[in-house]
């Protein structure tokens, strides 16, 4: 999180309907449509920098050319040499997606789930699907819009979006392409993958990690299964039908078991790479948001999750959404909650804002202001919580509740904004993949013990690296593990 406009974001991306679609030609002579080309071109710096940037090195050329080698196989002009452009992001969030315009996106988070080049071949050739079946055609696509910034803005305007969140106050999401559509991803990504060598039961093994990472994420933030989903899982919906169908179009081509997994080769590409949060956006330990270098921390309510981007936090759960940012400030808190508000509902917004009132957080001079805001389906309360944090520069939080609600579920919240003290900023350390090789007396659970967690640790170890329930590791196996690095 390093706290730019959100709003600017949304604008820029905007990710216009491309009615006409992204390809042109029929048959051999399919294309990506210059148009569209370009178009993905001018947002490609906003959604690397939204994304946290853009990931260099080894793993990031490998990551494209495992790319290209797989979209060859699409049937799109040129695809195999350049008109495919591949990005790995320094992203915590674990979520691949698509633009139209050939632009793959795939993030560090998800490289580190995979256990070998084949799974990153499904999930690149998935993606290679939804360009290739031109997916975006009629449609717009709103899969990378920050959610809560498309949302209240919404919320000014009475678009359907701020209506359908207030009938489900927290759901918020909208997903990227329909269950067809998706299905038609998993078939073409299978079939591209098999036509360059890869085994295809690795998308369903990826689809199982998948599964299994949800699970244990719900189950360690407090967080029921369906409400706890990661953002792939949120565009790509891991239905039980889903991965079924996966195994058996797997098994159809006839080389499921056959093909490559080079998962040695993959290893030694992500042995080192970040996981989790960068510390230099902050980091999610638990219901706390802590930031050694903004020297701030939070806690979010229980049960209640958090997405950390480079432009906010974002609260999610069953009573509220809320959003954590900053910008400058001249110390009239008054002035800049109001600008908040228009930020995030529109300049031509028509909502009264009442006087705010003034608090003391922490020792931290801070205002707040709730105002009513109509939809198609009821009203929300919306709400701006400030503070002062030193003389040119604040931060806020930005809720929507129920009506009535006020502050509701983050009254305790905006009360735990507090200041890191010089030791604790210090002692927030990045987590790294760790591959190491299996000993002759080590254990899932001693391994374990070696995990940068305080809890879950032999589960994590597990979804990390694709082990059932109950299977034991052999001696010279390599396995991957979560470690403290260095900042």
């Known amino acids: 999180m390093t706290f730019k406009t959100l709003l600017a974001l949304s604008t820029a991306l905007g990710l216009a309907a491309c009615a006409s679609g992204g390809l042109t030609g029929e048959g051999p002579n399919r294309a990506i449509a210059p148009g569209a080309a370009q178009q993905a071109a001018q947002q490609h710096p906003a959604v690397v920098q939204e994304f946290g940037g853009a990931e260099t090195g080894a793993h990031a050329a490998y990551v494209t050319e495992i790319g290209r080698k797989v979209a060859a196989q699409s049937g799109i002009q040129g695809a195999g040499t350049g008109v495919y452009t591949f990005t790995t992001l320094n992203s915590p969030v674990m979520n691949a997606f698509a633009v139209p315009g050939g632009y793959i996106y795939v993030t560090r988070q998800l490289l580190g789930l995979m256990n070998d080049e084949a799974e990153l071949a499904s999930v690149l050739g998935h993606e290679v699907g939804h360009v290739a079946a031109d997916h975006s055609k009629g449609r717009q696509n709103r899969g ?40 038609e991803a998993d078939d073409l990504g299978i079939r591209y993958m098999t036509a360059a060598g890869y085994d295809p039961n690795a998308s369903v093994s990826l689809l199982a990690s998948l599964g299994a990472s949800t ?39 006839g080389r499921a078991g056959t093909g490559v997994r080079n998962r040695d080769v993959f290893l030694g590409r992500i042995d080192g790479i970040l996981v989790d ?29 958090m ?12 009573q509220g959404q809320a ?19 228009r930020s995030v509902a529109g300049e031509q917004a028509q909502i009264s804002i009442p006087q705010p009132q003034s608090t003391t957080v922490n020792g931290i001079p801070a205002a707040y202001s709730t105002a009513r805001v109509s939809t198609q389906q009821g009203q929300v309360d919306l709400t701006v919580f400030a503070y002062r944090w030193d003389a ?17 579920p983050f009254a305790a919240m905006v009360q735990s904004l507090d ?14 993949i760790d591959v190491v090789t299996v000993g002759s007396g080590d254990t899932v659970a001693s391994l374990a013990a070696r995990m940068a967690y305080s809890d879950y640790r032999e589960e994590r170890v597990r979804v990390l690296n694709g082990l059932a329930s109950g299977a034991a590791v052999q001696p010279g196996q390599k396995v991957k593990l979560v470690v403290f690095g260095t900042r």
Do not use: C, K
């Not at 949060?277 to 209640?304: K, S, W």
């Not at 200041?419 to 790294?432: G, Q, T």
């Open 144 to 183: 990378i819009l920050s959610q809560i910034g498309a949302l209240i803005v919404g919320a000014a305007t009475g678009s359907s979006e701020l209506a359908q969140l207030a009938g489900q106050v927290g759901q918020g999401l909208f997903l990227s392409y329909s269950r067809s559509q998706e299905f």
């Open 215 to 253: 699970a244990l994420e719900a189950q360690a933030q407090g967080r029921d299964d369906e409400r706890s989903t990661p953002s792939w899982a949120r565009t790509h919906p891991l239905s039980a039908d889903r991965v079924e169908r996966a195994t058996r179009q797997a098994q159809a081509t």
């Open 277 to 305: 949060d960068d510390p230099r956006q902050g980091v999610i330990e638990g219901r706390n948001f802590l930031h050694p270098d903004l020297r701030l921390r939070f806690t979010v309510p229980n049960g209640y999750g």
């Open 307 to 318: 997405q950390n981007g480079a432009s906010a936090v974002s609260i999610v759960g069953q």
């Open 323 to 341: 959003q954590f940012s900053g910008g400058a400030s001249s110390g009239d808190r008054s002035a800049y909650i109001a600008q908040v508000f």
């Open 392 to 408: 040119n520069s604040a931060y806020h939080f930005v809720m929507i509740t129920p009506a009535g609600s006020g502050l509701g």
């Open 419 to 432: 200041r890191l003290s010089a030791s604790e900023a210090a002692a927030i350390r990045p987590r790294v």
